[in-house]
Every structure is written in structure tokens, then in C-alpha cells.
């Protein structure tokens, strides 16, 4: 009988050690090389094995991408790991966007680039492929190569792939806190505060997933905003993220006086479902299905009829045409020429600007919004007056030419959609065909005047590239922030009329070989002006750098502390009050091309001065100075070429 249950055990073992030996024996490989992840194109390290033919994750996963180049660089990092082809464990990712700084530093003897910029860090753990434990966002800014402050915070807790529990969210300006029930459905009191968590601002009342109402504080009080949002027709459950938003935004707006959600709690949750949307993103690509952002929040439907599916497949068509040919018009370089001359070719340029603006955009807007499914849940009076406040323009086009005059343009027949009282889609469509024909009838008459104006093939080409370089101009100049100090949007407002007159004179000119050297020698002017524009808007943080460089720290008997003292005063006030008023009072209408090129490099010549000179001895230099307001005598002093 022992013998028995001893072969009995034996063979049980035997068996164990069979079905366990493939499972050991199978073997693991790594792969190391280039790696695409949707549109990402990077490097990866990662773990797999084998099965029946599939390649099945298991291990280590690290994806890099990093386009390093002399400009822009844009950084991706992914760490994280896999089991059985689904994420586990611990992931990190990293995305990041910088530029390289202006000087090179010495470092362990060698010269590196420092950076500057953003980076978005956002750390998780998954389980069985699904979002588990604490979730982190973070946003810092980062100034040669360290980080400084941070921009952005998160925080949310996810169990098995469901966000719940309350949630925080904060920037170095506010800070919001809000609840989830254990199905991820928005509950009880979302509330907005200041930094110092003194006073509330804003507050968003859930009651399982339906938003009831919104107070926004106010200097007399508050302000309570009702929401109904349960209808006969039912609700659904969405996600929090843009479309949303959307929704609210589009449904309150003519009732919100306060634009709730262009601020406040609305912007932070907008930005933490962008960053979520990244890593969504990249895994969905990966074919890794995950949801970050499914805050559960109920919305009305509202079901589309077969007859307002039929109107919005017409105002489809009409826009897409319209749009189409608006384009054509607005990007037609002759017509951006010709109209610097000729005040009626001028007109109908203006005339298509704003039938673009004004007729065009919305609608295509109300198109985002049914394809991404926002429309349905609104309304369509709250949706049309949402995009159309004051009803839809006019058949007359109404333009103030350059004379100060207005002008009108319109059809000559007469328009359907005007003259109901409600707001429909059928109305719309008609409104869209409207604008199509005046679309069509403006590309007719400017078709003649270009007709009329033929050019060589080679002006035309070079005189596309000096209208987009004159537009990147422009759109730089724009772009940068309009709170800079008054010296420096003033030199912005030159450098504009800059642009404007030369491209006016240009126009002038008869054609001939001198035009189209011209029409080049422009061209390279204005890309060598966005430089100097840049180094412009650099100048406030330069002059920060140089105040905080020219200061010592000192012992102060009387308060027993260490006190900033600035030295070197009058080199310093010379800087400020008389040098660089000097220069970009050189930033001027009528300037040529050879000054912005030098001006550029005198501007960055004085800031690498003003380094130099804190390190030398400069007790006779700071003599001079107070004896002379001669600006080519303090040039001189200071060792800068006069120009």
C-alpha cells in the first residue's frame, strides 16, 4: 500500500513539473530599435514573448522620442511595464516642448545648450490594462535647463478603471476640489477657490451626474445660475471633458452675463482633460483601449428629425463650397498685391474677410459640433442662438473702405432666410446657400481683376513668398503678449507700419527688373524682421536678468540680516534709461533692411556686455558715465559699435 501512494505522488509530481516546464521554458525576447506610435516616431525597449505567432508584451516598456534639433524640441518619454499584453504596474509619461536658450554654458568642460519651456509629467498604475490607485499631473516651466515653478497640478484616484472618491486640481493662481461616486458619476459641491483657500469663487452643484445649479461669487454677493437638465426625450451619460463643456457653455450663453466658462473651475477642468486626452491618446494608438477622463455627467438628448438631418447635410455641402472658395480668394497673392493699390479690388478683399468671419466660421462651427455629437445634446433655439446671438447676418455686406466711406455689397436677388422670427435649420441652409452665391459672384469679379493684372510667373512666386513672410510677420507681432511694457509694444506698432508701408510701396512700383529684386530683397527683410521682433520681446526678461546679476548681497547691522544691495548703479541706469531707448528708437517705419539686421545684433551685443562689464573692475568707466548723456560717447565707453 506505501509503495502505491508513493508512485501515486510520484506521478503527480511527474505531472506538475510537465505542465509547468513549457511555461518556464518559453522563451523572452527584447526589441530595441524605432518604434511609431501614431504620429509619434521614436525609439523602444521592450519585453515579449512569443504565442502561437503573436507578440505578446510582457515585461519593461520604454518609448523615447526626442527631435533634437537647433529649434523647437518636442520630447516624449513613456516608462512603464506590461503582463500578458495589458499595461501593469507603474507608468510614467512625459511630454515636453522647449527652446533652446541664447547663450551656451560651460558644464564639466563642455558646452551645452540650456532650455527653456514646459513639461507635462503624468503618473499612474494600471491593473489588468485598467487605470488603478492615484493619478498625478504635473505642469512645471522650466528656464535654462531647471525647473522654476509649477504650472499645473492634479490629483484623482481611479479602482478598476472607474475615477472616484474626490479629486483636486490647481494652478499657482486657484484651486478646485470636487467628489465622485464609486461608478465615477459627478456628486455634491465642486468648488473653486484662491490660492490662499480663503474665499470661494465658484461653485458647481452635481446630484448623481446631473449638474443642478452653478454660483459664481460676485462683488455684491452671488450670482446662482439654475440648470435643467433632464427632458421628456431622456439623458445620457458623457464623459467631463471639452464636449461637455460645450454643451454648457452653448446652453447658458445667453443667460450667463459672467462667461462662467471662459474662467474659473471650467478652464482647470478643460486643461486636466487635455493632458488625460495625451496619454488616452498614445495608448489607444498602441491598440492599449484606456479612459482617463470619464467623469460621468448627465446631459439631455435631443434626437435629430429626418428633415433637420437632411437641412444639415445642405449646410454641410453649402460651407465646405463656400469655404473653399473664400480660401482660394484670401490666399490669392496677386489679389493681396493688387489690393494694396486698387481701393475696388480692396473692397471685395474686405467683403470676403468678413463673409468668411462672419458667415462661414460660425457654420462650421455648428458642423464641429453635431459631428462631435455636441449638438444633440442642446436645443436647437439654445444652439443657434448660442452661435448666432443677434440672428443671422444680413444679405448686405456692409465694408469701410479707405476713405472712411461705407460701402455694401449683396446679391441682386433676394435672400429666403431672412424675416422669420425663429431660428431653424431650414433657415439655415438657406442662409448657407445665400453665402455660397456671394461667395461665387466675389471669386467672378476678382477672377476679372486678376484677368486684367497678368503677371510673370516669376513675380508671382516671389511675390507669394514676400506675402507669406509678410504674414508671419505680422501673426508673430500679434502673438506676442500685448502686457509688455509701452517701450516695447511700441517698437511692435513700427515694426507693423514697417511692414504695411514697404509692402505699399512695393506695390507702386512699375514692373521691371528693379521690382522684382525688389519683391526678393522684401522677402528676406521680413524674416530677418521676426528676428529682430523676437529678440525685442526677449528684452524685458534680460533686463530682469541684468537687475538681479548687478546686485551683492550685504550685512545690515541695524536689522542683523543679509540684504540685497545693488551696485554699479549708473552702468546699470545707463542700460535702462539710456541704451535701450537708443535702439529701439531705431525700430522706425522707414528703416532698411541692413539696420534691422544690425539692430538685431547690437541688442544682444549690449546684453553680452552687460555680463561682461559686472565682472570688471568699472570705477573709471562709472566716472565717465556721470559726466556724459552723449548717447555715441556712452557707446563708446561701454565698447559697443555705434550704428
Not at 35 to 48: D, F, H, V
Not at 506 to 513: G, L, N, P
Request: charged share 30%; with cysteine; proline share 3%.
Amino acid at each position: 500500500m506505501k509503495e502505491i501512494k508513493s508512485l501515486f505522488i510520484v506521478i503527480s509530481t511527474l505531472m506538475t513539473v510537465l505542465s509547468v516546464c513549457p511555461l518556464r521554458a518559453q522563451e523572452v525576447f527584447t526589441y530595441d530599435g524605432p518604434l511609431t506610435i501614431g504620429s509619434e516616431r521614436g525609439n523602444a525597449t521592450y519585453e515579449y514573448i512569443l504565442q502561437k505567432g503573436d507578440t505578446i508584451k510582457s515585461g519593461a516598456f520604454v518609448f523615447q522620442k526626442n527631435n533634437s534639433s537647433q529649434g523647437p524640441t518636442k520630447v516624449i518619454e513613456i516608462r512603464g511595464g506590461f503582463k500578458a499584453d495589458k499595461p501593469s504596474g507603474s507608468w510614467e509619461f512625459e511630454f515636453g516642448n522647449y527652446e533652446p536658450g541664447a547663450q551656451k554654458k560651460l558644464v564639466d568642460y563642455k558646452y551645452i545648450t540650456p532650455i527653456n519651456g514646459t513639461q507635462r509629467s503624468i503618473n499612474g498604475s494600471f491593473k489588468d490594462g485598467k487605470p488603478t490607485g492615484a493619478w498625478t499631473v504635473l505642469v512645471d516651466s522650466i528656464v535654462e535647463s531647471e525647473k522654476t515653478s509649477r504650472l499645473f497640478q492634479s490629483e484623482m484616484a481611479y479602482e478598476n478603471g472607474v475615477p472616484q472618491r474626490s479629486f483636486r486640481i490647481e494652478t499657482s493662481q486657484s484651486f478646485m476640489v470636487g467628489r465622485l461616486l464609486r461608478n465615477g458619476d459627478a456628486h455634491d459641491t465642486w468648488s473653486l477657490f484662491d490660492k490662499d483657500g480663503v474665499g470661494e469663487l465658484e461653485s458647481w452643484k452635481f446630484d448623481e451626474s446631473v449638474l443642478k445649479n452653478i454660483v459664481i461669487a460676485t462683488e455684491d454677493g452671488s450670482k446662482i445660475i439654475p440648470l435643467q437638465m433632464e427632458t421628456d426625450q431622456g439623458s445620457r451619460k458623457i464623459a467631463l471633458d471639452q464636449h461637455y463643456l460645450d454643451v454648457m457653455e452653448l446652453r447658458l450663453q445667453v443667460r450667463d452675463t459672467t462667461h462662467v466658462f471662459d474662467h474659473g473651475l471650467s478652464v482647470l477642468l478643460k486643461k486636466n482633460a487635455a493632458y488625460l486626452h495625451e496619454v488616452e491618446d498614445l495608448m489607444n494608438e498602441m491598440g492599449l483601449i484606456t479612459s482617463l477622463t470619464n467623469f460621468k455627467v448627465a446631459v439631455p438628448e435631443y434626437p435629430f428629425t429626418k428633415s433637420e438631418i437632411k437641412a444639415l447635410e445642405e449646410i454641410q455641402t453649402n460651407t465646405e463650397q463656400a469655404q473653399e472658395i473664400i480660401e482660394s480668394v484670401l490666399s490669392n497673392t496677386q489679389l493681396n498685391i493688387l489690393k494694396l493699390t486698387d481701393p475696388e479690388t480692396d473692397f471685395l478683399y474686405q467683403v470676403g474677410m468678413q463673409l468668411d468671419s462672419s458667415y462661414i466660421r460660425p457654420t462650421e462651427q455648428l458642423l464641429r459640433y453635431y459631428k462631435e455629437g455636441v449638438a444633440q445634446h442642446i436645443t436647437r433655439n439654445e444652439l443657434l442662438k448660442g452661435l448666432w446671438p443677434k440672428g443671422l447676418p444680413a444679405s448686405v455686406i456692409q465694408v469701410r473702405d479707405s476713405s472712411g466711406m461705407i460701402k455694401k455689397y449683396k446679391l441682386d436677388q433676394a435672400s429666403k432666410y431672412e424675416g422669420e422670427d425663429e431660428l431653424h435649420l431650414q433657415q439655415l441652409a438657406d442662409f448657407t446657400e445665400y453665402s455660397l452665391q456671394m461667395a461665387e459672384k466675389l471669386k467672378s469679379s476678382l477672377d476679372q481683376k486678376i484677368t486684367g493684372d497678368k503677371r510673370q510667373k516669376a513675380f508671382i512666386s516671389e511675390e507669394k513668398r514676400l506675402i507669406d513672410q509678410a504674414n508671419k510677420l505680422k501673426q508673430l507681432l500679434d502673438s506676442i503678449d500685448q502686457n509688455q511694457p509701452e517701450y516695447i509694444s511700441n517698437s511692435y506698432g513700427r515694426l507693423k507700419k514697417f511692414t504695411d508701408e514697404s509692402l505699399s510701396q512695393y506695390s507702386k512700383m512699375e514692373e521691371s527688373v528693379t521690382k522684382l529684386d525688389r519683391v526678393r530683397q522684401l522677402a528676406d527683410c521680413y524674416d530677418k524682421a521676426r528676428n529682430l521682433a523676437t529678440a525685442i520681446n526677449k528684452m524685458p526678461d534680460q533686463q530682469s536678468e541684468i537687475q538681479e546679476l548687478y546686485q551683492d548681497q550685504v550685512w545690515n547691522p541695524f536689522t542683523a540680516t543679509i540684504m540685497d544691495e545693488e551696485v554699479k548703479k549708473r552702468i546699470v541706469e545707463a542700460y535702462n534709461e539710456k541704451l535701450i531707448p537708443h535702439y529701439l528708437n531705431q525700430v522706425q517705419p522707414d528703416m532698411d533692411c541692413d539696420q534691422i539686421l544690425i539692430l538685431e545684433k547690437d541688442l544682444q551685443q549690449l546684453h553680452d556686455r552687460m555680463k561682461e562689464l559686472r565682472k570688471e573692475d568699472t570705477k573709471r568707466l562709472e566716472r565717465k558715465i556721470k559726466r556724459t548723456d552723449s548717447i555715441p560717447e556712452l557707446l563708446k565707453l561701454f565698447g559697443l559699435s555705434l550704428s
